[in-house]
């Protein structure tokens, strides 16, 4: 025993992996843990662990596989029907794209699970969230390893094993409050479409700079000639997704284009999402406090709660800033959930219909993608589908494309529409 979680683990041996996963391949979910090179866009996975449910675990070194375990461990991976438990997904699929690995079947993100029980609390550290909901911690190597040195495989292999056991007890706590349908069908399938958002990032036109036409945050534009900004949905307590490295607010829309081999950028959203938001609600926007007070916490459309305890507060000012808070989690939470459930509709059908245009951005509740030459109106009716369709309101939502040679003049001619 160490630290409360049962481990046994060593590292892999060459020639051993295939069997070991088949023979730990009952059904019952693995936990995960990549350690990449970077926490970003352009990670390489250096080291991996994966644990068993029956605590048995391996460590892996990348540089020592042998081919033959490089193609199980891939095929491993990219596999839907073994369930697996990470923390911070997203960084895990962008570190296994490095090595041309893709990552499916995931039914936990730990950091996920945690915003979703308790959005207020931001970026939460594998270590709070054991002591939170578990009451035990790690070591500092096996808590937070070193990139640069990823230690002893006795360290990742029991920072996987508590990955593991967190994520059956949020689980518990997601299913007691009727979130787990949030995490498998909204979550996690936007941090998907948000690490391929990052890794594809949108062109800079280097003229418009030069000229002094526009500006950008320093160090914002990578060797690529694009800007591969960071996006996060757990950022906010609405689960709106916001962008840094750099805010995209930020930047100069006349300077941001199409990369080559596509012919023009789309820009794509809603015209008063949140007025339909509102007159869907029961009771209006009025009652909104009350039925937050009633029930203890404010629920968007789709469920995403916050708990709201101020909402009984002798203390006037603390009571109003809370139904406040209620009115807001109900009305922009649910257009957050709404545009992040279409986002993820659009990418799957992208994918489907075989097109090369691809979503870069979500900006402010607004789509950017790259559109390939001859693909306007086939990408424009399946985006359209999507948008209107995200949510079953008395009547479609009104959605608004418009494409052009920038984003600005892309969003000029949305919203002339």
């Not at 994520?167 to 349908?181: F, G, Q, T």
């Not at 789709?302 to 209620?326: C, F, I, T």
């Not at 589908?385 to 040679?405: H, Q």
Request: with cysteine; net charge negative; aromatic share 4%.
């Amino acid at each position: 025993m160490s630290n409360g979680f049962d481990v046994r683990g060593r590292e892999l041996r060459a020639g051993e992996l295939a069997a070991w996963l088949s023979e730990h391949s009952l059904g019952n979910r693995f936990g995960l843990d990549v350690l990449g090179s970077t926490p970003n866009h352009d990670s390489e996975a250096v080291a991996l662990a994966i644990v068993a449910a029956d605590g048995e675990g391996r460590y892996i070194e990348v540089s020592t596989l042998t081919p033959d375990d490089e193609a199980a461990l891939s095929s491993w991976l990219a596999d839907l029907g073994p369930p697996k438990a990470v923390h911070d997904v997203k960084a895990a699929m962008h570190a296994l794209a490095g090595r041309g690995w893709t990552l499916r079947g995931v039914t936990s993100d730990t950091m996920l699970a945690a915003h979703l029980l308790h959005p207020e609390r931001r970026g939460p550290a594998l270590n709070d969230l054991l002591m939170r909901h578990m009451r035990c911690a790690l070591p500092a190597a096996a808590a937070e390893p070193d990139r640069s040195d990823a230690g002893p495989p006795e360290a990742l292999i029991l920072r996987t094993c508590a990955v593991l056991d967190l994520a059956d007890v949020l689980d518990e706590e997601l299913a007691r409050i009727d979130s787990s349908a949030l995490l498998g069908r909204v979550a996690l399938p936007v941090q998907r479409v948000l690490a391929g958002m990052e890794r594809t990032g949108i062109a800079v036109d280097h003229a418009s700079l030069a000229r002094g036409a526009a500006a950008m945050p320093p160090n914002s534009v990578a060797p690529d000639g694009r800007i591969h900004a960071t996006f996060d949905q757990t950022g906010t307590v609405t689960g709106a997704v916001t962008s840094t490295d750099p805010d995209l607010r930020a930047v100069t829309r006349e300077a941001l284009v199409p990369g080559p081999g596509y012919a023009e950028l789309m820009s794509a959203g809603y015209r008063e999402l949140e007025s339909r938001i509102i007159g869907q609600l029961s009771g209006g926007a009025d009652d909104q406090a009350d039925q937050a007070r009633e029930a203890g916490y404010a629920a968007t459309l789709l469920g995403r709660r916050r708990y709201l305890p101020d909402l009984n507060s002798r203390d006037p000012a603390a009571r109003q800033a809370a139904e406040r808070d209620a009115l807001a989690m109900v009305v922009q939470g649910s257009a957050a959930d709404i545009v992040n459930t279409a986002m993820v509709d659009i990418d799957e059908a992208l994918t489907a219909m075989g097109l090369s245009s691809r979503l870069l951005l979500q900006v402010d509740q607004t789509l950017v993608f790259e559109v390939a030459d001859g693909e306007r109106d086939a990408l424009t009716e399946h985006v359209r589908e999507c948008l209107a369709g995200s949510y079953s309101f008395d009547a479609p939502l009104d959605v608004s494309i418009g494409c052009g040679l920038t984003w600005a003049a892309a969003d000029s001619g949305r919203l002339a529409r």
